[in-house]
């Protein structure tokens, strides 16, 4: 079964400047492309992120995953985290964002999931859109009106998220699912970028790197010239392959999103 899209991508971590340990954890590898950002301290941020990326590797090598099978993962890897907790190791609990590779009659798409306050954007035609939605307070004020995005920038609450897998978390993921197109770049990153790194240049440098590698090499230098204040993690994706129709693929060195959206719920959640 040949691949409806095949993809180029690059990845970089950095534990930040004022942490010792670094509790993300990302997968890169097609059809998976994923980045965890644990939370609970005393190592069980990092054991959690790690659970949840390792139940998502063995997927590694398939031409293309459905929602089941991110549903199958995400499941599972909530009972990981929980018994984490349970057996003396802190309050365990990971963010989790990014897409996987899917396919409708032969022809590629993004699958992409989020739960937390880790993100997942999409550049297409020199614009950068978020496809995730924040699972944080100061994303439900924004939305209420009762904050500004600007505002929230340096809000006291905006570390605390209202949904994970774990932390005594019951909250669902949410998912979107639309078509891959040629140059399609995928951004997945930890709040230890987008904390420190604003969109602006964040767009800049995605459409001034062709190389995806080094995209997020920049990326992750930026974000801890900036202060590093948290752990950073950046996975870069492109489209380089795209099948046009059942069995065909087009290349090119040389995009009308349609999302389709869960309904958001509040859960408990945690302070990362």
Do not use: K
């Not at 005594?168 to 639309?178: E, L, N, R, V």
């Not at 190389?211 to 994706?237: E, K, M």
């Amino acid at each position: 079964m040949r691949p409806g899209l095949v993809v180029a991508t690059g990845s970089a971590t950095h534990p930040g400047l004022r942490r010792a340990l670094n509790e993300d954890a990302h997968l890169a590898s097609a059809p998976v492309f994923l980045v965890a950002d644990g939370m609970g301290g005393h190592e069980a941020g990092e054991r959690a992120s790690a659970a949840v990326i390792a139940e998502f590797a063995g997927y590694i090598g398939r031409p293309a995953l459905g929602l089941d099978d991110v549903r199958h993962a995400l499941s599972v890897s909530r009972d990981r985290v929980e018994e984490l907790s349970t057996s003396g190791n802190g309050r365990a609990g990971t963010t989790l964002s990014g897409v996987v590779i899917a396919s409708v009659d032969g022809m590629g798409y993004w699958l992409a999931v989020n739960i937390g306050d880790s993100r997942t954007y999409r550049l297409a035609d020199g614009e950068l859109e978020q496809i995730s939605v924040d699972h944080s307070v100061v994303q439900e004020l924004i939305e209420s009106g009762e904050l500004t995005p600007e505002d929230a920038l340096g809000d006291r609450r905006r570390n605390i998220i209202t949904r994970a897998i774990g932390a005594s978390s019951t909250g669902d993921a949410d998912y979107w699912m639309f078509p891959a197109e040629l140059g399609d770049r995928i951004l997945v990153c930890s709040d230890g970028l987008t904390s420190e790194v604003g969109d602006a240049r964040i767009r800049e440098i995605l459409t001034s790197e062709p190389d995806p590698q080094v995209a997020a090499d920049v990326l992750t230098d930026d974000a801890v010239s900036a202060g590093g204040r948290d752990n950073i993690t950046v996975i870069v994706v492109d489209a380089v392959s795209v099948a046009s129709r059942p069995g065909t693929l087009m290349s090119t060195d040389d995009r009308d999103i349609d999302l389709d959206t869960r309904p958001r719920e509040a859960a408990a959640g945690g302070v990362r």
